[in-house]
């Protein structure tokens, strides 16, 4: 009965929604050009409100001293300073660290092999290697060191709130509405209030980038526990095991190699994050990236960026291989082998210890300026080449789609466009939609960052409307046909474990630096997760539903319209969610290379002092307009009916 | 460990488990449902509807003797799987008393409990429960190594009853190596292991392939036989039910409809539901002469046979039609009727000829 009247209903509503989402447009646009100008709230990149200046302030005032988080900063940082001295820093008066690169390079590949197996050894001593052929192992070393730092911390403050959530419903209720609007944040906007506690340098991006790493590992250990069968759990008590003895011997085992898939997103998310944390003044390959980035020098930016490639697709290959390891236990042969190759290994890091050489990665054979000049000199060939296609098609969107969307954005009136955003997101979703809107205009207003805020909106938006559209085309393709998807979906996953930083690296070389690049980044940063969504929705359209729709002689075009997309809504409405937030968190980057707005607002707010007060600002109204449009998207969402099959949109939340 | 082969007089002995007004009932405040008549007397559909709560077990009272194989049957939802586990408590009781040898369970605290699951009881599961990290031995001995039992020992008792359910040769491999009849196998061995006095079964053979699961079945008679345990089995098929259990009790909606021996169900049950049930039964394995007898008409010329009131009629079939004429049916040197042709043709026939209770002679 519900759902007859409910397709009436929206037979009967969606030309009459649209026609009047339509007016609404035309409307907003004549009244921009009676009322250009006024009431735009602009501010200039010097300029600061009081806000602003109070904000510096609050950081002198905490800078000031508090115990207790200068002695979690001091904690953090010795942890960090450890870690750095043994694989990445000089220390204890020698002028290498305590283990040279060889050692370094033996003992991961043992730990590679002990806990996945000798394919991804030779993986990760290769790849190591080549971090010191790049002539980047020192700035590798610290990455690294603050990626394990974090990662670690977040081990031991994220399995035990896992399995906390895993026991008890309540936690679970309360965890996964935290993960929930934690995972609606993007990256950026952890660093700008952090730096507000724990000043900038290794502790502050330690600690952000443990709050950005911990939710996968929580999640899933949860997730985990709360999926061993029940039998099993039963049988245990059945035979008067205590709860600890069913935790240790029953449900953690069993958890186990879900557990280390949260692992594994953990350090993939870590690792981001610390290069993202350069920002904030963290040592390692992400200040390599950051500081060519800022000269334009896309040889060297790019020579970094693969070294943070390389790192992120050893650690993942492990993790997984980690993972997939079977339960068995070691046969007597690979005790044997395992004994003679951690003794190799100590033999390894002695020789590290002992000669220069196997200490210092040899300078001679540095390859990393090859690569550097040879990106460099491919750049220009590709902009001596192209440059007249790409840097056409740039301006052609920039003048033609950018500009106009920004000017009637950025030049109406403030309250003009507020009025104009709550009537459409009461339109798209009603009150749920409305009410979030208005409250987060209304603080945006208050940031006094509305302009720049509103330069990220325009950006924001068109990258998304290509996101959807190349989301949705991939999508339905790879969740119809097997083929693309199993060569396709590599890539994709791939996509997603490289850090934001890197993406900026190819568009600048094609576009140089504008809006245009950060918004090019933007799309290929965001649809991978935004065509996975829509294939796992098409996918799980009902097999008998299709065979229906072929059966009274459909076409393939009409079964995509007609049955698939339609079935597939809810998945589509959570893509388009996914894409915008993946976009805002990538638009915020490109304020690195020229896309100016909020993304520089707070580069720069880390950058000068006095303009601190502001950047964080601007990090907040990163943080508005995220929860805005994730608000908006999400009512909308829950507009659109939901059918039985395809609630596998909804696990992905 | 003395093997008790003979049928349990449920009269003289005490009973090892006692369960008393037993109530289970899940959804919010279900507390009050045993507790207020209006309530507990609603239908399960009327109570889910007035309160949002359901009534897994209602009120249920029965008696298991020592050395019984004690079935509890039903159909999915009729509550057996939540009364088994209420019995120990893994699912605790809304209402009612658990006795086991006199102690109150539900009085029990945490750490007796447990006690009591470490020695007393042991359950085998529906789909095995067992641990897939670990070996059919370290399975084995799960039960020994929680309640603190030393390696060695642990070993040598896993490895007894490895050989009692006939896994000799297996110790060394995983759960998932394993067929599903074997891995069942390994879960009866676990249960074995702490040497308990109560064997609880939820349903551990409806996994299986009807061949293995008949050999299975054996495989429990065997052990009953053997080790003489009292075993509380619960069962959605009847002529499980009927094979390996000393008394029966039905179930339906949480609520006990039956409670009997087999032929008892068979022959005289209590309701249509019953009856229903028991309808495609092959009645002449099932029944015994018993069911049958009359008394001996007026002239009737009676055969010099004589035979006991427990004999099967499917084992009497072919003496009694040889015997030319009506057979008497002698309990201690006592008559206590005849059965003749037609009586035998009735029941292999399968003819319903629904005995009335009265009828039973006992």
Request: include cysteine; glycine fraction near 10%.
């Amino acid at each position: 009965m519900a759902s007859i009247t409910g397709s009436v209903e929206i037979e009967v509503r969606r030309p009459r929604r649209g026609v009047i989402v339509g007016v609404l447009l035309v409307a907003w646009v004549a009244a921009w050009f009676v009322l250009k100008g006024i009431n735009t709230l602009a501010l200039g990149g010097q300029e600061t409100t009081g806000l602003h200046r109070w904000l510096t302030d609050q950081r002198d005032f905490l800078g000031g001293g508090n115990a207790f988080l200068d002695a979690i900063r001091v904690v953090v940082d010795q942890f960090v300073i450890l870690l750095q001295a043994v694989i990445a820093q000089p220390s204890y008066g020698r002028p290498v660290p305590l283990i040279g690169w060889l050692g370094v390079v033996a003992v991961s590949a043992y730990l590679a092999w002990a806990f996945g197996n000798w394919k991804v050894a030779v993986l990760t001593a290769a790849g190591l290697t080549f971090l010191g052929l790049q002539g980047l192992w020192q700035e590798s070393m610290d990455t690294l060191s603050l990626t394990i730092a974090a990662v670690l911390l977040a081990l031991l403050a994220g399995i035990p709130l896992g399995i906390w959530a895993g026991l008890s419903n309540r936690a679970f209720k309360v965890a996964t509405l935290i993960l929930d609007l934690m995972q609606t944040l993007p990256t950026f906007v952890y660093l700008a209030p952090l730096t507000l506690f724990f000043a900038i340098g290794p502790a502050a991006a330690t600690i952000a980038t443990l709050i950005y790493a911990a939710p996968p590992v929580v999640r899933l250990t949860a997730h985990a526990i709360r999926s061993v069968p029940r039998e099993s759990v039963e049988a245990a008590r059945s035979l008067g095991s205590s709860g600890g003895q069913t935790l240790m011997k029953v449900l953690l085992p069993m958890s186990r190699s879900t557990v280390v898939v949260g692992i594994n997103q953990t350090i993939m998310a870590a690792l981001s994050m610390v290069t993202v944390a350069a920002l904030i003044d963290a040592p390692g390959l992400g200040q390599t990236v950051l500081k060519a980035l800022q000269t334009l020098d896309v040889g060297v930016a790019f020579n970094a960026g693969l070294a943070i490639v390389v790192l992120a697709i050893v650690l993942d290959r492990v993790t997984t291989a980690a993972g997939d390891r079977p339960w068995r236990t070691a046969s007597l042969r690979r005790k044997v082998l395992l004994g003679a190759g951690a003794v190799v290994a100590l033999v390894a890091v002695w020789f590290s210890r002992t000669y220069v050489w196997a200490a210092d990665f040899p300078t001679g054979a540095n390859i990393g300026s090859k690569i550097a000049v040879a990106t460099t000199d491919a750049t220009n060939w590709v902009q001596d080449v192209f440059g007249g296609f790409t840097f056409g098609v740039r301006d052609a969107v920039t003048k033609g789609v950018l500009n106009p969307l920004e000017a009637l954005l950025t030049e109406s009136p403030w309250w003009l466009v507020a009025v104009v955003i709550v009537a459409l997101a009461a339109l798209l979703g009603s009150w749920r939609g409305a009410v979030p809107a208005a409250v987060c205009l209304g603080l945006l207003v208050a940031t006094g960052v509305w302009h720049d805020s509103m330069v990220t909106l325009a950006s924001t938006l068109l990258a998304t409307v290509v996101v959807v559209a190349v989301g949705i085309v991939l999508g339905v393709w790879t969740g119809r046909n097997h083929r693309a998807d199993s060569w396709l979906r590599p890539i994709l996953d791939a996509g997603q474990t490289m850090p934001p930083f890197v993406y900026l690296v190819p568009f600048l070389a094609l576009f140089g630096t504008s809006r245009f690049t950060a918004i090019a980044a933007a799309v290929v940063f965001a649809v991978p997760v935004t065509t996975k969504i829509v294939a796992d929705g098409i996918r799980a359209v009902p097999v008998a539903t299709v065979e229906a729709a072929n059966s009274v002689g459909s076409s393939t075009w009409q079964v995509i319209s007609k049955v698939q997309l339609p079935v597939a809504r809810r998945a589509i409405a959570l893509a388009v969610n996914q894409g915008l937030i993946y976009v805002l968190s990538m638009v915020v980057v490109g304020g690195l290379v020229g896309a100016g707005a909020l993304g520089y607002d707070v580069a720069a707010g880390f950058a000068q002092s006095e303009l601190y007060g502001k950047g964080l600002a601007a990090g907040l109204a990163i943080v508005l307009l995220g929860v805005m449009l994730d608000r908006i998207t999400q009512a909308a969402a829950r507009r659109t009916r939901k059918f039985k099959g395809t609630a596998r949109g909804d696990n992905l939340w | 460990m003395t093997a008790q082969l003979e049928y349990p007089d449920l009269q003289d002995s005490e009973a090892l488990l006692s369960i008393q007004g037993l109530w289970k009932v899940f959804g919010p405040k279900a507390a009050r449902v045993p507790r207020r008549p209006e309530l507990a007397a609603l239908s399960r559909a009327q109570l889910l509807d007035q309160t949002g709560c359901t009534a897994a077990v209602r009120d249920l009272s029965f008696d298991v003797a020592p050395g019984e194989v004690f079935v509890v049957m039903g159909l999915s939802g009729s509550g057996k799987s939540t009364l088994v586990r209420c019995l120990t408590r893994l699912i605790e009781p809304t209402a009612g008393s658990i006795y086991f040898e006199g102690e109150d369970l539900r009085a029990a605290d945490e750490k007796r409990l447990r006690t009591l699951r470490r020695s007393k009881f042991s359950m085998v599961f529906q789909h095995f429960g067992l641990l897939p990290h670990r070996k059919v031995i370290d399975n084995v001995s799960y039960g020994l190594e929680v309640r603190g039992e030393s390696k060695p020992d642990r070993r040598r008792r896993a490895q007894e009853v490895i050989d009692l359910v006939g896994l000799r040769g297996n110790e060394n491999l995983y759960p998932e190596q394993l067929s599903g009849g074997m891995q069942q196998r390994v879960g009866l061995a676990r249960a074995l292991a702490c040497d308990p006095d109560v064997l609880l079964f939820d349903e551990p053979f409806s996994a299986l392939d009807p061949l293995i699961r008949r050999e299975m079945q054996t495989e429990v008679v065997r052990l009953h036989r053997e080790v003489g345990k009292t075993m509380v089995f619960i069962t959605h098929d009847l002529s499980e039910a009927l094979k390996l259990g000393d008394r029966i009790l039905l179930m339906r909606d949480g609520e006990a409809v039956q409670l009997g021996t087999g032929d008892e169900l068979v022959g005289a049950p209590a309701d249509d539901y019953v009856r229903d049930f028991v309808r495609d039964v092959p009645r002449a394995d099932v029944l015994t002469l018993r069911w049958i007898v009359r008394q001996p008409r007026d002239g009737e010329e009676l055969a010099g046979l004589e035979l006991g009131p427990d004999v099967l009629v499917r084992e009497a079939t072919r003496q009694v039609l040889e015997a030319g004429g009506a057979v008497k049916v002698v309990a201690d040197g006592q008559l206590l009727g005849v059965v003749g042709d037609e009586e035998i043709l009735a029941v292999v026939a399968d003819r319903e000829t629904a005995p009335a209770p009265a009828r039973r002679l006992s």
